[in-house]
């Protein structure tokens, strides 16, 4: 899936992180931008019990919604 980030976008973003990347570096960034969003999208969203198995050791099947 083509990033619609675009150069100026990530320059700017890149600049006031202090980052001095490769060109090569920053088109492997821009390809994995969308998934990168997808990924915060999914870490910020309110999570039950059940995203710590590690402690949980019986649940019923409304724990897994």
Sequence with gaps: ?????????????????????????????????EKLLAMKARVRQPRGRMAELAHTYGFAPEDLT
């Design 1 to 33: 899936m083509p990033s619609d980030l675009t150069d100026a976008a990530l320059e700017y973003l890149l600049d006031n992180a202090g980052l001095a990347l490769t060109e090569a570096e920053k088109a492997d960034l821009k390809t994995v931008h």
